[in-house]
């Protein structure tokens, strides 16, 4: 079975340019969730996408944004990009939320490199 | 106060010895414990999984958890070189999907 996969793998931008990130889940996986990782702040949630509606979201400005898609794929926007936001951008699949029955371990793509120049 | 603690080493063990990892957590919601293994540049992959307290043992791998002081551990038997790699706890409390809080991550290097 496939793995999830990230597109891309690395990335350049500029200051003030947007950026798109797309993630393809683990087949038959229905949640997707998005994580920033970086050397100062560790692994830092995003937001979790269950059957195309946003089910959780953490503590990062409204540049920020995500959506699924019917297919369970899903893509995370950042605006006006920032230096600060020079990262890895992990998407994790699993196959259910918490509370329903088991299934919800995440399981983590290669990531986007992220650099903002 | 982090939510996670988990101290980022290194921890330098030689081959073969047992390789002792730890987490402590502060919030007592948290009911999902997983570990990761990070290699350099690439994404964490999921080790061990374990809901709520107890033991569980995978191959050379063996988690425990103790809800009651909020302590989560990794044990990995007979280690090898190719072990050397980042190890990430992380946790969910489930009442709100899946979301994760991670540890910042121990680094273990395994010298033949």
């Known amino acids: 079975k496939a793995g999830v996969t990230q597109t891309p793998r690395y990335l350049i931008k500029t200051r003030g340019q947007q950026v798109t990130l797309s993630c393809s889940p683990i087949?038959?996986?229905?949640?997707v969730s998005w994580y920033q990782q970086t050397p100062g702040q560790g692994l830092q949630f995003l937001f979790e996408y269950f059957s195309e509606t946003q089910r959780n979201k953490g503590n990062f400005p409204g540049r920020f944004s995500g959506r699924q898609f019917s297919n369970s794929r899903s893509e995370m926007n950042v605006s006006t990009l920032e230096l600060g936001d020079s990262a890895l951008y992990l998407c994790a699949s699993s196959r259910t939320l918490a509370g329903v029955g088991a299934g919800n371990e995440q399981y983590f793509g290669p990531g986007t490199r992220l650099t903002v120049t | 106060q982090k939510e996670v603690e988990q101290d980022p080493g290194p921890l330098s063990v030689p081959e073969g010895a047992i390789v002792s990892l730890n987490c402590t957590y502060s919030?007592?919601?948290?009911?999902?414990f997983m570990w990761y293994r990070q290699y350099s540049r690439k994404g964490p992959e999921l080790l061990m999984y374990?809901?709520?307290?107890g033991n569980k043992e995978d191959g050379r791998f063996t988690a425990q958890v103790d809800k009651s002081s909020k302590y989560i551990s990794l044990f990995i038997r007979d280690s090898q070189p190719s072990d050397s790699a980042t190890y990430l706890c992380a946790m969910s409390a489930g009442a709100a999907g899946n979301k994760l809080t991670f540890g910042g991550g121990t680094r273990v290097l395994v010298k033949p």
């Open positions: 374990t809901y709520s307290s």
């Open positions: 087949s038959g996986h229905r949640s």
């Open positions: 919030n007592s919601a948290f009911q999902y």
